[in-house]
C-alpha cells in the first residue's frame, strides 16, 4: 500500500480497530462446561495409574519400580506395556504415534509414524516395544552445539517411563505422544530431560545418604517438586498480524509508552474480561484432559496480563506439563482469535512475563512416618526442624556458591529485558527467607545459642517453626529466589524459557552442597555423639559464610545494587556475561563430578545458549531495520508531505502566521536522528554478520554496540509515533493492544 494512503481511516490498523469493536464475543468451544473437572481429568493419558488396571501385576510392579524408584526399567516389560498402550490409544482414536522430546530449542518436538502396517497385504495397526522404547530422529536438524561435529549426526529418543504418555488431539487428530529423551550416538545428552533426571539422581544419590545418617532410614528416593507460575499476555490476533516485531521476535521493538500503563494497578486480580474467560476455561479444559493439574488462574499486575498455576509435580512430569501449558495457550489463543505472548517482556515499560519456579524437596520412603514428607517444611518436633535447617542449609550454600551459574541458567535474550526492569526482579542473585528464619540463622551463626540441639532450639522457639506460614504472607516479592513457607520459589525464571535447564543446576548445585555437608558431619560425628548436636555444629559455618547471599530488603531498589556490589555479588545484566559463568572452572566440576554434564556437553550447551542470543538479537536488529525502513519512515514522509502540502496551501490563501512549517522542521530534524541511528544499526548488523567463529565477540558486540543502536532508533522512532498523525501511523498502538475495547 502506498504511503500516503495510510493517512485515511481505511488504513490495516484502523480497520482492525473497527472490527474488534463490533465483533461477538467468542464462548468457550469447549471448555467441559457442565461436567465435573474430576470425570474426565487425565482422560487422554496413560499413567502408571491406568497401566496398574491394564497390566499384569508383575509388569506393573517392574514399571512402578522404574518410575517411583528411578530405577531402570526391565525391558523384558516393554512388549506388555506398548501393548497396552497402543490398545488405548487406538480405542481412544489415535492414529499415530510420536516420541515427544525437548530438544534445546526452548519447545517441543515430534515426528508423527501411523500405527498403519501391512501384514500379507492386510491393512492393521502395529506398534512394538521397540516402536515404545527407542526411535531414531535426524539429530543433525537440532541445535547440538558442536557435539554432532565430533559424533555421528544419529540421535535417539527413548522412552521416559516417569512421565505417562499422552494423546494430543489438535485438529481432530489424535496423536499418541510419548515422553522421551533424546540423546546422541554414545548416550550424549541433546535434550533438555536427560540432564534434568541425571540431576534429580544426583540429587537423590545425595539426600539419601544425608538422610541415612540423620537416622532417616528406609529412604529409598528423595524426589524435587516443582510448581512454575506461567504469566503471560494475550492480544488480538489481528494487532498481533500487524506488527513484524511481535511475529518475528515475540517482543515489541518499537512502541511509544501509553499515558496509561498499569499505575491505577487495577489489572491486578480484577475481573477477567468475557473474551479471555472464554478463552482460558478452554485452555484449562484442554490441560485437565491431558493430565494437567492447572489450580489457579488470575489477572497479572500488567494490562492484558495474567498468569495461571498447576499444582505442583515431580519435576520431570512438571518440566513436561509447563511444555504442555504453553503449546495449549499459544493454539488455544487462536481459536478465540487471540495471540498468546511467552516473551518475557512483550512491551517496554510495561510488566515482563516470569515463571516463578516453587521448588522443594520430598522423601519417597519404605517408611510411612516419613514417606511423602517435604524437606523444607518447618516441622513439629526438634529434630524435624534439625533435618529442616539442615536442608535450608545446603540451599543457601548452593545459591550462595551458585548464584553465577544460576544466573546463567536463565539466560536469554528475552529475560536480559526483563531482570532490572519494572517490578522484576534484578540480575542480582540473592535468597530471601522471612523475618523468623532470619533470627533463627542468624542467632545459629553467631553462635549464641549455647547446649544441646534440643535445648539451643528451644532456646530459639525454633522447636516448632508454625509460625513460619504466617511469616509467609507477607513475604518479600521483590526476591529472585525466595523462601515461602515450605518451599524455594525460584522467580528469577523467565516465562518463554523452557524450566529444565535452571531447575538442572539448582539440583545439581544443591546436590553438591548437601554432599558437602554430609562429609562435615561424619567427621564432626567423631568427635560429638548425639547427630543432632553434630549437625548444629555443621550448618553454623554455612549460614555465616552465606550471610551475603541473604537479603530481606527491596530487591528493585537502587540501594540494593550499591549493596550487593560492595557484598561481592555477581551483578550480570547481560546474556553474554551470564553464560560465561556456565563455563567456570566451578561450574565444570559440579556438573561433571555429579554425572550430570561431562565438559564436552556443557560447552556445547554453552555453545547453543550463546549462538540462540547471537540469532535472536540479530533477528531482533533485522526486523526493527526493515519496520524502520518500510513502516516508520514512509508514515513519517507521509505526515511531513501533508505539512508541507497545507503550509503552501495557507500560502497560497495569504495566511500570515503558518505554524505547519515549524512543525515540518521539527519532524524533518526527528527522521534525520532516526535515519542517523538506523544507519549505525545497519552497521553492527553488517560487521556481527561479517564475523566468522568469533561467537563469543559477535555476542559481546551485539549486546553492547548492537543493543545500543536499537535503543536509539526506538527512542527516535517513539518520539515520532507521538508526532505523526494518529491517522497516518500504520503499526498498532500499546494502547490498542494493551487495552482492547
Ligand atoms: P503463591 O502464594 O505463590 O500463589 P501457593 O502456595 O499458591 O503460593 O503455591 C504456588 C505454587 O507453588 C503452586 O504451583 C503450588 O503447587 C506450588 N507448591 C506448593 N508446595 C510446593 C512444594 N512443596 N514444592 C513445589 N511446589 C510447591
Ligand atoms: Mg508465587
Not at 480405542?91 to 515426528?111: D, I, N, S, V
Not at 517408611?367 to 516441622?379: H, Q, V
Request: one cysteine or more; a negative charge; glycine letters at 6%.
Amino acid at each position: 500500500m502506498p504511503a500516503s494512503s495510510t493517512s485515511n481511516s481505511s488504513s490495516p490498523r484502523k480497520a482492525v480497530i473497527q472490527d474488534i469493536t463490533t465483533r461477538e464475543v467468542r464462548g468457550t468451544n469447549d471448555s467441559g462446561a457442565g461436567t465435573r473437572t474430576s470425570e474426565y481429568f487425565g482422560i487422554n493419558t496413560f499413567g502408571v495409574r491406568q497401566m496398574r488396571d491394564k497390566l499384569p501385576r508383575e509388569t506393573y510392579a517392574k514399571i512402578l519400580a522404574a518410575v517411583r524408584h528411578g530405577k531402570k526399567l526391565d525391558l523384558d516389560v516393554a512388549p506388555r506395556v506398548a501393548q497396552a498402550i497402543k490398545e488405548w490409544a487406538i480405542t481412544h482414536g489415535a492414529t499415530h504415534f510420536t516420541h515427544w522430546f525437548q530438544p534445546q530449542t526452548g519447545l517441543t518436538a515430534e515426528k508423527h509414524d501411523a500405527f498403519l502396517s501391512f501384514d500379507d497385504g492386510q491393512p492393521m495397526e502395529a506398534f512394538g516395544a521397540s516402536q515404545l522404547i527407542q526411535s531414531e530422529p535426524d539429530a543433525s536438524s537440532f541445535p547440538s552445539g558442536g557435539l554432532r561435529a565430533t559424533w555421528e549426526a544419529r540421535g535417539y529418543t527413548a522412552w521416559n517411563p516417569a512421565s505417562p504418555v499422552f494423546i494430543a488431539e489438535w485438529a481432530g487428530v489424535k496423536t499418541l505422544c510419548i515422553p522421551s529423551v533424546f540423546v546422541g550416538y554414545n548416550g550424549e545428552a541433546l535434550d533438555e530431560m536427560t540432564p534434568l533426571l541425571r540431576s534429580s539422581d544426583a540429587l537423590s544419590d545425595k539426600a539419601i545418604e544425608l538422610l541415612e545418617l540423620l537416622g532417616d532410614q528406609g529412604v529409598y528416593r528423595v524426589y524435587t517438586t516443582l510448581g512454575p507460575e506461567q504469566e503471560y499476555f494475550l492480544i488480538d490476533r489481528a494487532h498481533f498480524a500487524l506488527r513484524p516485531d511481535l511475529v518475528m521476535a515475540g517482543r515489541t521493538l518499537l512502541g511509544a509508552p501509553p499515558p496509561r500503563g498499569q499505575q491505577l494497578e487495577d489489572h491486578y486480580f480484577g475481573g477477567i474480561p468475557e473474551r479471555i474467560q472464554a478463552c482460558i476455561a478452554e485452555v484449562e479444559h484442554e490441560l485437565y484432559k491431558l493430565g494437567v493439574p492447572i489450580i489457579t488462574r488470575h489477572n497479572e499486575v500488567a494490562p492484558s496480563q495474567f498468569e495461571m498455576a498447576p499444582r505442583f509435580e515431580e519435576t520431570d512430569v512438571a518440566v513436561d506439563h509447563n511444555q504442555l501449558v504453553m503449546a495449549t495457550l499459544r493454539r488455544v489463543a487462536l481459536r478465540h482469535g487471540l495471540q498468546a505472548l511467552l516473551h518475557e517482556k512483550p512491551f517496554a515499560g510495561i510488566n515482563g512475563s516470569g515463571k516463578h519456579c516453587n521448588w522443594s524437596m520430598s522423601i519417597a520412603a519404605d517408611n510411612p512416618d516419613i514417606d511423602g514428607y517435604n524437606l523444607l517444611k518447618p516441622g513439629m518436633t526438634p529434630h524435624q526442624n534439625i533435618r529442616f535447617l539442615v536442608f535450608l542449609a545446603a540451599v543457601l550454600r548452593a545459591v550462595h556458591k551458585h548464584a553465577g551459574l544460576l544466573r546463567a541458567g536463565i539466560g536469554t535474550s528475552g529475560n536480559e529485558h526483563r531482570l532490572g526492569a519494572n517490578e522484576a526482579p534484578p540480575a542480582i542473585i540473592s535468597v530471601f527467607m522471612g523475618n523468623t528464619l532470619t533470627k533463627v540463622i542468624d542467632a545459629i551463626a553467631d553462635g549464641k545459642a549455647i547446649g544441646s540441639a534440643e535445648q539451643q532450639m528451644i532456646k530459639l522457639g525454633v522447636a516448632r517453626l508454625p509460625e513460619i506460614e504466617k511469616d509467609n504472607t507477607d513475604r518479600n516479592r521483590t526476591s529472585p529466589f525466595a523462601f515461602t513457607g515450605n518451599k524455594f520459589e525460584f522467580r528469577a525464571v523467565g516465562s518463554s524459557q523452557s524450566i529444565a535447564f535452571p531447575i538442572v543446576l539448582l539440583n545439581a548445585a544443591v546436590a553438591e552442597a548437601i554432599a558437602e555437608i554430609t562429609v562435615a558431619l561424619k567427621a564432626e560425628l567423631k568427635k560429638t555423639k548425639k547427630v543432632d548436636d553434630a549437625v548444629l555444629k555443621v550448618v553454623r559455618p554455612i549460614f555465616k559464610e552465606t550471610a551475603s547471599v541473604r537479603f530481606e530488603g527491596n530487591n528493585y531498589s537502587d540501594e540494593w545494587v550499591k549493596d550487593a556490589a560492595k557484598r561481592g555479588l555477581l551483578n550480570l545484566r547481560r546474556t553474554p556475561e551470564a553464560l560465561a559463568q556456565m563455563v567456570t572452572k566451578q561450574s565444570r566440576k559440579l556438573l561433571s563430578s555429579l554425572n550430570v554434564l561431562s565438559d564436552e556437553e556443557l560447552d556445547s550447551r554453552y555453545h547453543v545458549r550463546l549462538e540462540r542470543y547471537v540469532k535472536d538479537m540479530l533477528i531482533e536488529m533485522h526486523t526493527l531495520r526493515e519496520m524502520v525502513d518500510t513502516l516508520v519512515l514512509p508514515a513519517a514522509f507521509s505526515y511531513a508531505g501533508d505539512l508541507a502540502e497545507s503550509a503552501s496551501q495557507a500560502k497560497a490563501a495569504g495566511i500570515k502566521s503558518i505554524p505547519q512549517i515549524d512543525a515540518a522542521n521539527k519532524l524533518g530534524a526527528s527522521i534525520s536522528e532516526l535515519q542517523k541511528h538506523r544507519t549505525t544499526l545497519g552497521k553492527v548488523i553488517d560487521k556481527a554478520e561479517g564475523m566468522h567463529d568469533e561467537l563469543v565477540k559477535q555476542a559481546e558486540l551485539l549486546t553492547s554496540a548492537g543493543a545500543d543502536a536499537m535503543q536509539e532508533v526506538r527512542k527516535c522512532s517513539d518520539l515520532l509515533e507521538v508526532s505523526v498523525a494518529d491517522d497516518s501511523w500504520p503499526l498498532p498502538k500499546y494502547r490498542e493492544m494493551l487495552f482492547p475495547v
